[in-house]
């Protein structure tokens, strides 16, 4: 089971169709608002490793900015290759609060 982090707060939170870059317990995070939703994925593309947070939105899908490997915000699946994804994280809000929750084994203590 997952620990809840606070990730931000839903006025730091992006605003529709926006990225950014974050973090909780040493995990970089892309934040994205798409279709008034909050999603986390895993802020690393894994094809070199380009900022996800620094990129875009198009559709639903988030937009590397290093060569525009797109990632399905809700699933993390990539448009292309295929078999390609990122981890997608849990949000919750609790009043103004943005919470995340991760695996404690990959936390930094």
Known sequence: MGQWIRLCSVAEAPSEGQVQETGAGGVAICLARIGGELAALDNWCPHRQGPLGQGW???E???CPWHSWAF??????AEFPVHERVAVFPLKVEGEDV???LDP???EV
């Not at 399905?72 to 699946?77: F, I, S, V």
């Open 57 to 59: 939105v198009e559709g």
């Open 61 to 63: 899908a988030v937009i």
């Open 72 to 77: 399905n915000a809700r699933t993390g699946e």
């Open 99 to 101: 919470f995340v929750e």
């Open 105 to 107: 084994a990959k936390l």
